[in-house]
């Protein structure tokens, strides 16, 4: 079975300039999420999508952040215009919706240097 | 808001030696789950507890679930090179999907 795809594993761009990043979920999996890893902190959610629905975006920066997820299967993450602070891995996760015990499954993540 | 405090942040310890991973928070959680996260890959979960009380054992890694279902405790026996890495605590419950600790980086020295 493949797993999380994310793409591309590395950016470096300046601040003020405009950044996107991709996501293809595990095949069936209606629940994707996008997470933040700044440098020795845990995952921070940006927004969880349901098929192509927002479930949850309460954390996610949304006057230089945007998402989508039109189709219920691929997703992109954009960030416009990006801060130093957006320096991050920005991690993204897929799932069967099961509740409490659902497991996530990560992909490798997108490493982000802003300079 | 639900806070995860995971204790200790860093921890460089021998081959051989156990050692104790705390996750601790004032919110009651649903489940609790243990990730472990290698450099340049995302975090993959070893365990997910749901009961208070409750204890899982996944080889020489022990997981136990507080009986107030707010705090976790990750140990580990006789440690190994293989076992250096990122520990996460993940509690489910409320509105978020999931709520992660800060991490405690391990590192196990041959």
């Known amino acids: 079975e493949a797993g999380v795809a994310q793409s591309p594993r590395y950016k470096i761009i300046e601040k003020r300039q405009s950044v996107a990043f991709w996501c293809n979920p595990i095949?069936?999996?209606?629940?994707l999420y996008w997470y933040q890893q700044i440098l020795g902190q845990g995952p921070k959610l940006l927004i969880q999508f349901q098929n192509n629905g927002v479930v949850d975006d309460s954390q996610l920066p949304k006057d230089r952040f945007s998402a989508e997820r039109l189709k219920g299967v691929d997703s992109t993450l954009k960030i416009q215009p990006a801060k130093l602070e957006d320096s991050a891995v920005y991690l993204c996760?897929?799932?069967?919706?099961?509740?409490?015990?659902?497991?996530?499954?990560f992909g490798p993540g997108t490493r982000l240097l802003v300079l | 808001t639900q806070l995860l405090e995971q204790s200790p942040q860093f921890l460089s310890i021998q081959e051989g030696e156990n050692l104790t991973v705390y996750c601790n928070s004032s919110?009651?959680?649903?489940?609790l789950q243990w990730y472990r996260q290698e450099p340049g890959e995302g975090p993959v979960l070893l365990v997910t507890?749901?009961?208070?009380?409750e204890v899982k054992k996944l080889k020489r890694l022990t997981f136990q679930f507080g009986d107030a279902r707010k705090d976790s405790s990750l140990h580990i026996t006789a440690a190994q090179p293989g076992d250096t890495g990122l520990y996460l605590c993940a509690g489910a419950g409320g509105r978020r999907a999931l709520t992660f600790g800060s991490g405690t980086r391990l590192q196990v020295q041959p």
């Open positions: 095949s069936g999996h209606a629940t």
């Open positions: 996760a897929s799932s069967l919706p099961l509740g409490p015990q659902e497991t996530q499954y």
């Open positions: 919110s009651v959680f649903s489940s």
């Open positions: 507890v749901v009961t208070g009380g």
